[in-house]
């Protein structure tokens, strides 16, 4: 049965979190769970390659502009969002990815939920960055809001999960995480493995090599079938072949999927080794749960 005891929720600005603050309060009145707001500025050396020698004094004033205006922020009352929900705030100066690591670690969060985007250059650096460390180096879940900043907003519910599953050793886990959201949200779950191209180069440009893509697809078949009865799933499933975001974003649009839940494992890239992972983060359209 899932748990879901503590939410962790790094807020960078009030106007780009607010939106994963209504996704985690969907997930806390769910799961009656508490949700730690979380705030991180960056040490001044963030900000000294912006300034000439001698300027230093402005980026003291900056950073200690930046740290009250984050203390601000969070005594501010909480967003009506949040209303009847444990909510505990924190305020720490330091690397961002690391302290967020840091701190679900030390109060033992069940998820980390991240906005991904925000407005101007600097903040959408710092967020990639920031969010691929967190990715890399967290022990628990990490949710991350649709990347694209034109994606339009979304009623927050989840009543279908699309599952995107490699079919190597961290897949079981991958899919027995989706089927045990699904079963906690009343929602319906969809695998959907992609394997590689099955296309080959000849004489008049790209040809499906029909023999070769038979091969394939039945194996992913019968992965699939094993993945499973070894999970005791009975999920629908879809298998393409090809570019693994491209597939993802489509499967996603014909099911009307909420959310995508990928697999991954700290320290490795996501979807096993090939890499694919803040990629497919990055170009979602819908939220991502890395698990």
């Not at 699309?162 to 989706?178: G, K, M, P, Q, R």
């Amino acid at each position: 049965m899932l748990s879901i005891q503590r939410i962790l929720v790094p807020v960078v600005l009030t106007e780009t979190s607010l939106q994963v603050m209504r996704q985690a309060a969907w997930w806390a009145r769910r799961f009656g769970a508490e949700i730690i707001l979380l705030h991180v500025v960056p040490p001044l050396s963030y900000l000294s390659g912006a300034f000439e020698r001698g300027d230093e004094i402005t980026a003291r004033d900056l950073h200690a502009q930046a740290v009250q205006r984050a203390q601000q922020d969070l005594d501010q009352p909480v967003p009506p969002e949040l209303d009847g929900i444990v909510v505990t705030r924190e305020l720490l100066r330091g690397d961002p990815a690391h302290e967020i690591v840091k701190t679900a670690c030390d109060r033992n969060a069940s998820l980390i939920m991240m906005s991904t985007h925000g407005h101007g250059v600097l903040y959408r650096l710092l967020l990639e960055s920031d969010t691929a460390t967190v990715l890399r180096e967290s022990h628990c879940p990490v949710w991350t809001g649709a990347h694209l900043e034109d994606v339009p907003a979304r009623d927050v519910a989840i009543r279908t999960i699309l599952c995107a599953v490699d079919l190597t050793a961290h897949s079981n886990h991958t899919a027995s995480f989706a089927a045990s959201l699904g079963a906690a949200g009343n929602a319906a779950v969809t695998l959907v493995h992609i394997t590689t191209g099955v296309e080959i180069w000849g004489p008049g440009g790209l040809h499906v090599d029909i023999e070769w893509k038979d091969i394939i697809v039945n194996n992913a078949v019968k992965g699939m079938a094993d993945l499973q009865r070894q999970v005791g799933t009975h999920a629908e499933v879809i298998i393409e072949s090809g570019n693994v975001t491209k597939l993802l974003n489509q499967a996603a649009e014909r099911i009307k999927a909420d959310v995508l839940v990928i697999g991954r494992s700290p320290g490795r890239h996501h979807l096993g080794d090939n890499g694919e992972g803040y990629g497919i983060i990055r170009d979602s359209c819908i939220p991502v749960l890395s698990v």
